[in-house]
């Protein structure tokens, strides 16, 4: 299929259907989507190296991962991520690059990447707070969004995030509200911005409610199943153990599930769990009905937008940064419950 055919299919100029995979202001967000959707469904694909050559752009998006991340790649969540994203670069006619370098040599990719028009613009993501490359990629010039937020840049920037403080909180609320007075945070590394959000978020909860928190049951670490196991183990070892945990991942707490079969505890009913991150792709939370309750924000939306809004930038580059703060939605499923000997 052809850019003529699918404009004729659809009843739109060539020019107006260009303009909508190419991410140009201009044209109307219904109109953008179904043009999409179209181009998707009939599997059509702009020519690249025609781009190429008629734009004067790479036709390309990077993404630098930082080798004591690679691990990452190979995380649900990351997959997840990368799916939303590569589905709205492929509509566009965009390749996508990943270039794994050194955390010492980030800095230089960037500045290569730059100097020798490789990609047309990058995604950043797992900020730190203070993270340098924000005002690196400023000072390059070079189109950028960040999938998060980094807590301490001044700077304005595009990004795309979750608002963890809040779906913390409101996590935290839901669990004393059952009851729990004990309740330990399983949260990812807090040198990550969102795992600090996610920290303040609980924290702030239970102040609300007048629970002075406990550093004994804080606990952060990679989010994997074996750590989720191995907390937990660690934490309901103690004379006064949580009754209820609070993970930053799916992950996390199947290992902290896990842990409760281990020791023969019945989940929801001896010590509850509710989870963050549950609505992946390849990884579900559950057939029909949720088995943990869960605060659920669409990691694959949040690529999808990134790429979006990246793209657009990289059409109209003197636009004003676009943010978004996507909220979480609680689920309830089968792991929580009263606290034991709360009162319903």
């Known amino acids: 299929m052809t850019l003529k055919d699918l404009a004729e299919m659809l009843g739109l100029s060539p020019t107006t259907v260009s303009r909508a995979l190419n991410g140009f202001p201009e044209v109307a967000e219904t109109t953008r989507r179904r043009v999409e959707a179209a181009a998707l469904a009939h599997g059509y694909r702009p020519n690249s190296q025609a781009r190429r050559l008629a734009t004067g752009r790479a036709m390309a998006i990077g993404h630098v991962i930082p080798l004591s991340r690679q691990n990452e790649m190979l995380n649900p969540i990351f997959g997840d991520f990368i799916a939303g994203a590569s589905a709205v670069y492929a509509t566009a006619g965009y390749d996508m690059v990943l270039i794994t370098v050194a955390d010492a040599d980030q800095s230089r990719a960037y500045r290569a990447l730059r100097a020798q028009g490789n990609v047309d613009g990058v995604i950043v ?3 730190r707070a203070q993270d340098s490359r924000i005002a690196l990629l400023s000072d390059l010039g070079l189109p950028f969004v960040v999938h998060g937020r980094a807590s301490g840049v001044d700077l304005p920037y595009a990004h795309v995030d979750v608002n963890s403080a809040r779906a913390f909180e409101r996590a935290t609320r839901f669990l004393i509200d059952l009851g729990h007075r004990r309740i330990a945070l399983v949260n990812g590394l807090e040198e990550m911005d969102f795992a600090l959000r996610r920290r303040r978020g609980f924290e702030r909860a239970l102040g609300e409610r007048g629970l002075a928190p406990d ?10 199943e074996a750590q989720g196991h191995a907390a937990a183990h660690r934490l309901l070892a103690r004379h006064d153990p949580p009754t209820a945990f609070l993970t930053s991942s799916l992950l996390s ?17 001896d010590v509850s769990i509710l989870t963050h991150d549950d609505e992946l792709g390849y990884f579900r939370n559950g057939a029909e009905e949720p088995i943990f309750t869960a605060t659920r924000a669409s990691v694959r939306a949040a ?17 004003p940064p676009v943010t978004e703060l996507m909220e979480a939605v609680l689920v309830v499923g089968a792991s929580t419950g009263p606290a034991p000997g709360a009162r319903p």
């Open 125 to 127: 993501q797992g900020p």
């Open 215 to 224: 550093p004994h049951l804080m606990l952060s670490g990679e989010m994997t």
């Open 253 to 269: 707490a199947m290992g902290v599930r896990r842990a409760l079969w281990d020791l023969g505890l019945k989940m929801g009913r």
């Open 303 to 319: 690529g999808r937008r990134c790429a979006e809004i990246l793209l657009a930038q990289i059409a109209e580059p003197g636009a």
